[in-house]
């Protein structure tokens, strides 16, 4: 079992364009959330989504963010038209059934923006 | 709304010291709490975990406990050593919502051989 797989680890991008961030739970797993970790802060919460539905959105910002979950394939968190302040490491979890169940972290993917 | 806070933010110590981190929450009704290590550039490794009706836990040289009715949690190392460095991270579940941890900014730990 090789884990919650984000990729790519490292994303670099121009101011305005657009960053997908893609996350591929563990096996098994039909749940997935996504945190941000600003410099210096502790992660803080973005969204939490179950197959091909969002059932918490409370931590994504209104407007350029969006994510899905779809029914084959990874998660998708996607930023357009990112800036300076996008900049932070992206980290997904995964859980077969809500935390109460237990959950893994992925490693994370650093977005940097130019 | 759940606000979770370490102190201090980083801490300096020589290879063989014992020290704890500390960890406080402003809401108590939390489903658990759990002690996570983070290195450069990686991901979350979780050191420990504690239930709401549980006070503390233990694992090697690592020992957290929990005052759920002061919000309060601490971390324990015993002997620390330089693989030890890396940051701390506490984080709650709260009993309302089993779906989102509310992290701490985390405790920088540097020790020195």
């Known amino acids: 079992n090789a884990g919650v797989m984000q990729n790519p680890r490292h994303l670099v991008r121009r101011r305005g364009q657009e960053a997908r961030l893609r996350c591929s739970p563990m096996?098994?797993?039909?749940?997935v959330y996504w945190y941000r970790q600003l410099p210096e802060e502790g992660l803080k919460f973005m969204v939490y989504?179950?197959?091909?539905?969002?059932?918490?959105e409370s931590g994504m910002p209104k407007e350029r963010f969006s994510a899905e979950f779809p029914k084959e394939g990874p998660s998708i968190l996607r930023i357009q038209q990112v800036v300076r302040g996008d900049s932070a490491a992206y980290f997904c979890?995964?859980?077969?059934?809500?935390?109460?169940?237990?959950?893994?972290f992925g490693s994370g993917t650093r977005l940097t923006v130019v | 709304k759940q606000e979770v806070t370490q102190i201090p933010a980083a801490l300096s110590v020589p290879e063989g010291e014992n020290l704890v981190l500390n960890c406080s929450f402003t809401?108590?009704?939390?489903?658990?709490l759990q002690w996570f290590r983070q290195d450069p550039g990686k991901g979350l490794t979780s050191l420990l975990l504690?239930?709401?009706?549980?006070r503390e836990q233990t694992s090697g040289r690592l020992n957290a406990s929990l005052d759920k009715s002061s919000g309060r949690s601490t971390l324990y190392i015993a002997a620390s050593q330089p693989g030890d460095s890396a940051t701390y991270l506490c984080?709650?579940?709260?009993?309302?919502?089993?779906?989102?941890?509310?992290f701490g900014s985390g405790t920088k730990l540097n020790v020195k051989p």
């Open positions: 979890a995964s859980s077969p059934g809500g935390f109460y169940y237990g959950y893994t």
């Open positions: 096996k098994g797993h039909s749940h």
């Open positions: 989504l179950q197959k091909e539905n969002i059932i918490d």
């Open positions: 809401d108590s009704a939390i489903y658990n």
């Open positions: 504690i239930q709401s009706s549980q």
């Open positions: 984080a709650v579940l709260p009993l309302y919502n089993f779906n989102k941890f509310y």
